[in-house]
């Protein structure tokens, strides 16, 4: 199931530029070996949000490290966080940041999120989070103590290829726990009283919300 039309997709995907080496041969391994990592039109914009903003990132899932890259190519005196609880993974995405000259903006933290979040240092100016789709909330909540006053959240998956949308009965892809983890997530941070948010039909679909 796709988000939009496939017409719009397509166009979108042609005006993608040019890529880095690692970047291109990070979105091959990622297609070769069923990676989960974000499209490049959410990448782009976390990019976006770093360029204008160089934050202290906090991020929940760093898998091979893509959606790091995005951030950390735009980031001068920020830094990213990254947890990730694949060893594999960790290494893949270090190894990946070190050929890309970035790897000195982005400190790993090895083990489940759920364990570490509150062990950091903050403050952190922007928290993304794209792991495990039925921790998305406590993720949040755990990181919440961490965050700067005005800071940014960004969330991917939340509309899961339109399937949000569906009937609950329907047939799906993504399983039933993780879709109405998404669902009841998108329902809280509309109605939140701490983030003022909305969700984006970017990749995914992408919720992003500013601290109140």
């Known amino acids: 199931m ?9 166009y979108l995907h042609e005006l993608r530029p040019e890529r880095s080496e690692v970047m291109t041969e990070m979105e091959a391994v990622a297609e070769r070996d069923y990676v989960p990592i974000v499209s490049w039109e959410t990448g782009r914009f976390l990019a976006a949000l770093c360029r204008v903003l160089d934050p202290a990132v906090l991020e929940v899932g760093t898998a091979i490290g ?11 005196r920020g830094r990213v966080v990254t ?6 993974r960790v290494g893949q995405a270090r190894s990946y940041l070190e050929r890309a ?3 000195d ?26 792991a495990s789709k039925g ?15 005005r800071a940014l959240l960004v969330v991917d998956n939340l509309l899961m290829g339109g399937e949000v949308a569906l009937p609950r009965d329907a ?26 948010a909305c969700v984006l039909p970017i990749g995914d679909g992408v919720g992003l919300g500013a601290r109140r």
């Not at 796709?2 to 397509?10: A, K, Q, W």
């Not at 893509?66 to 001068?76: G, V």
């Not at 947890?83 to 594999?88: A, F, I, N, T």
């Open 83 to 88: 947890l990730e609880r694949d060893p594999d």
């Open 171 to 196: 047939d799906t892809e993504w399983n039933p726990a993780s879709l109405a983890a998404a669902r009841t997530l998108n329902a809280e941070l509309m109605r939140s009283d701490r983030w003022l």
């Open 66 to 76: 893509y959606s790091t890259l995005h951030m950390a190519e735009q980031l001068e």
């Open 2 to 10: 796709r988000i939009l039309d496939e017409r719009v997709e397509r």
């Open 105 to 130: 903006r982005v400190e790993f933290v090895e083990g489940d999120a759920l364990a570490t979040i509150g062990g950091l240092d903050g403050p952190f100016d922007l928290l993304f989070v794209d």
């Open 135 to 149: 921790e998305y909330r406590r993720y949040i909540e755990l990181a919440e103590p961490k965050l700067a006053e």
């Open 101 to 103: 000259g970035v790897a």
